[in-house]
């Protein structure tokens, strides 16, 4: 059983995705995950091209080794179909954009993560219920095709960064790529002229709103955080002689919801903060459907990686 003091109705599973054959498939395929005219909070430009200069620093994201700014000549091995990237068979939980809260509620608990103590907070979705422990992840190395599959993973092996100049973090986000990914037997996706073909353009789009929306998903934490909202969480669960207990994680406090003045509830109604706040309160129940679901399925779990969403 999953101890914890939340728990509210099961949401109903997702519909089997169609098995894809490229990546511009596996974008496009997976329907509930495309962000539907996302409301953009920053009107900087996101863009390819690598700034320049001396001494400058790009941390890689969570999962992936290490990434380059994207050039217009790279040429760059594009996942086959909906197989997962390496990194999905270790890690337990993803970071989930403003939009993807509805779909991904369906199957994984939806919950705020800190990685300093509750000063900063990342909108996430748990996959396991232990440490390097993906419940999604099947034996063939594809994920669970009746689940979501977070646009996270759709992303690989492309990603937006900011770039640290001389000790500083810019303001701006860059286009980068997995390094492992950029190979001479990759494919193009820039002509001789330098104008982007249309598998890229496609890529970019997706990747972009995706980045947007994320935004987007942090602004809605530093919201939930300057009301006070949010309030750490353990969740345990026994099942036969297995044990676990996650920490590390938030959710919004229900008695503290209920007792906001009135113009702060006005600016989550506005904000389409409250229904997101009830389907992320909704999500919780998951944690049992988790459970169950490991009583069936032994998902892979490689002891020696741990990951945290950034």
Known sequence: MVRFSHCRQQPCPAEPRPRCSSLTERIACSGSGQFT????????????????????????????TS??????????????????PPFARNIHALPVSFNEIAPASRDYPVAFSSGD???????????????????????????????YLPAYVRRFPFCMARVTRDGELQSERV????????????????????????????????????????????????LLAGLD??????????LGEFKMELAGLYRVNRDALDELP???????????????????????ANFQRMLNRRSIITPPVDTDTAARPN
């Open 229 to 238: 909202l949010l309030e750490p969480i353990s969740v345990t669960a026994e």
């Open 262 to 284: 009135e113009d702060a509830l006005r600016a989550l109604l506005k904000d389409e903060a409250m229904e997101a706040i009830f389907v992320h309160l909704w999500s919780m």
């Open 175 to 222: 286009v980068c790529v997995e390094d492992s990914a950029i190979t001479n037997d990759g494919d193009e996706l820039f002509d001789t002229q330098g104008e982007p073909l249309p598998v890229w353009s496609q890529i970019q789009d997706f990747v972009t709103e995706y980045e947007r929306d994320l935004m987007r998903a942090e602004e809605f934490c530093k």
């Open 37 to 64: 005219e996302p409301r953009i909070l920053y009107s900087k430009l996101l863009r390819v091209n690598p700034p320049k200069g001396p001494n400058l620093d790009i941390k890689p994201p969570t999962g992936y």
């Open 117 to 147: 103590g509750g000063k900063t907070f990342t909108l996430t979705a748990i996959l396991g219920l232990q440490h390097n422990q993906n419940m999604f992840l099947m034996e063939d190395g594809y994920w669970d095709r009746r689940v």
């Open 67 to 84: 990434v380059s700014p994207l050039l217009k000549n790279h040429r760059v091995v594009l996942p086959s179909g909906d197989k997962a």
